[in-house]
C-alpha cells in the first residue's frame, strides 16, 4: 500500500544561511564601493563641467558689454562728451528719481568698490577690490544710425529742443548733451508704441526721465539709443556669482532696479588696463603697457576733474580680464586636493600678477581675455 503522506521538507540550516548572508553583505559592500567611487567621478565631471559652462557664460556675457562700451560716446571725444560728468532721472512708480549722480550708496556688493557717485562718460573703469574682485564699469549706447555730434539750432526749452538734423533718431531714443557748464545730461524722448524715426526737427522730450530744466543750455547733443549702457559688473561673495547694476535704475517689467545675476559659481574677477603712454610712438593703438587699476589709474584718479586725469582715460587702448570660476560641490579628500592659491596674469611681471586663495576640495576654472575697447578707436582729429 502506498502512503499519500507528503515528503518530509528540509529549510536552511542556521549556517547556510549566515554564510549566505555574509556573501551577501561581501557583494553588496563590493557594489557599494564601486557606486562610491563611480558617483565621485560623476560628480566630478559634473562640476568640473557646472565650473566650465558657467565661466564660459560669465566672460561671455561681460566680453559682449565690454565690446560694445563706448558705442555712441567716443565720437564725442572733442566736444566735451568724453570724460564728463553725466546727470540723469528716471521714473519709479511713485516718483521722479535722480540716479545720476547716484544720492545715496550703491548696493552691495558695489557699495565697498569705491565707485564713485558721479558717473563720468567714459567706456570702461575699473575699480580695484584688493583681495576681493574687482568692479567693472561699462557706459555705452545702442543708436540706430546717428553717432556723429547733433547741432543744436536755437536755444531749448524744459521739454523740447530744436536741431538741424533729426536723421536716425527714434522716438524712445536717450539724448546725451553737453552741457554750457562742462557737465552732461541724459534726456529721454518721448515714446510712441513702436519705435518709429523722428519726424521734423523738434524732438519732444518725456520730461519725466529727463531733467527739470531739459537741455536748454546743451551745446551738443549724441544719440545714445533706445538702451543705453550704463552698468556696473562685480561678484557676490555671498551667492559666488557674477552680478550687474544698472546705475541708471530703469525699473524692469514694472518692478524696481535691483542687483541683476547672470552667472553663478563666479568668485573672483579681475582686471587689468592695456595703455598706450609712449607718446613718441606713431601706432596711437599700440599697447606700450598693462597697468592695474591703482594709483595712478585708480578709479579715484581717472574720474578726478583734472586734465591728467583726461589725459589717462584717452591713453586706455584695451583691457584683460581674468574670470575663476568654482565648481557647486565640493570633492571629498579622498578623490581630490587642489591647490590652496590660484595665480592669475601668470604670463605678465611679478607686480602685475594676483593671488587667489582657494578651497583644497573645490575645482576651478579661470577664463582670461583682452579686450579692445572702443576709446583705443579714437584719435585727436577728424
Known amino acids: 500500500m502506498t502512503s499519500t503522506a507528503p515528503a518530509r521538507q528540509r529549510g536552511f540550516s542556521l549556517i547556510e544561511l549566515m554564510v549566505g548572508m555574509v556573501v551577501s553583505m561581501l557583494c553588496m559592500l563590493a557594489i557599494m564601493d564601486a557606486f562610491a567611487v563611480y558617483e565621485g567621478k560623476k560628480r566630478t565631471t559634473t562640476t ?72 563720468r562718460l567714459v567706456p570702461v573703469l575699473i575699480a580695484s577690490g584688493g583681495s576681493n574682485s574687482d568692479v567693472i564699469g561699462v557706459v555705452g549706447g545702442n543708436s540706430a544710425l546717428q553717432v556723429f555730434k547733433i547741432a543744436v539750432s536755437s536755444t531749448p526749452s524744459a521739454s523740447s529742443v530744436v536741431v538741424g538734423n533729426s536723421l536716425g533718431i527714434m522716438t524712445g531714443d536717450y539724448l546725451l548733451g553737453t552741457l554750457s557748464d562742462g557737465t552732461c545730461s541724459l534726456a529721454h524722448l518721448t515714446s510712441s508704441s513702436t519705435a518709429t524715426q523722428v519726424s521734423g526737427t523738434t524732438l519732444a522730450l518725456d520730461t519725466a526721465n529727463s531733467p527739470a530744466t ?18 556696473l559688473f562685480g561678484v557676490d561673495s555671498s551667492t559666488n556669482s557674477l552680478v550687474s547694476y544698472d546705475l541708471l535704475q530703469r525699473p524692469v517689467n514694472g518692478q524696481a532696479a535691483a542687483v541683476t545675476p547672470i552667472a553663478d559659481g563666479i568668485v573672483q574677477i ?40 583726461a589725459t589717462a582715460m584717452g591713453q586706455i587702448k584695451a583691457i584683460r580680464v581674468a574670470i575663476v570660476a568654482q ?29 587667489v586663495n582657494t578651497s583644497t576640495q573645490y575645482r576651478y576654472k579661470v577664463y582670461d581675455t583682452t579686450i579692445p575697447v572702443r576709446n583705443a578707436l579714437v584719435v585727436t582729429h577728424y
Open 214 to 231: 531739459g537741455l536748454q543750455t546743451a551745446t551738443y547733443l549724441f544719440d545714445a539709443g533706445s538702451t543705453p549702457t550704463f552698468t
Open 48 to 119: 568640473g563641467n557646472d565650473a566650465q559652462q558657467n565661466g564660459s557664460y560669465a566672460l561671455y556675457a561681460l566680453e559682449r558689454q565690454l565690446r560694445t562700451a563706448g558705442a555712441s560716446i567716443v565720437q564725442g571725444y572733442n566736444y566735451g562728451l568724453w570724460g564728463c560728468p553725466v546727470t540723469a532721472y528716471t521714473t519709479t512708480t511713485s516718483s521722479k528719481l535722480q540716479t545720476l549722480p547716484a544720492q545715496s550708496a550703491l548696493p552691495s556688493p558695489f557699495t565697498s568698490s569705491g565707485w564713485p557717485l558721479t558717473t
Open 270 to 309: 579681475k582686471a587689468l588696463y592695456g595703455v598706450h603712454t609712449n607718446s613718441s610712438d606713431t601706432s596711437a593703438d599700440q599697447i606700450d603697457a598693462w597697468v592695474q587699476p591703482t594709483g595712478n589709474w585708480s578709479i579715484a584718479t581717472l574720474t578726478a576733474s583734472t586734465s591728467a586725469a
Open 327 to 355: 565648481s557647486r560641490l565640493p570633492e571629498r579628500s579622498s578623490d581630490y586636493i587642489g591647490k590652496s592659491k590660484l595665480p592669475l596674469f601668470s604670463d605678465l611681471d611679478p607686480t602685475l600678477q594676483y593671488t
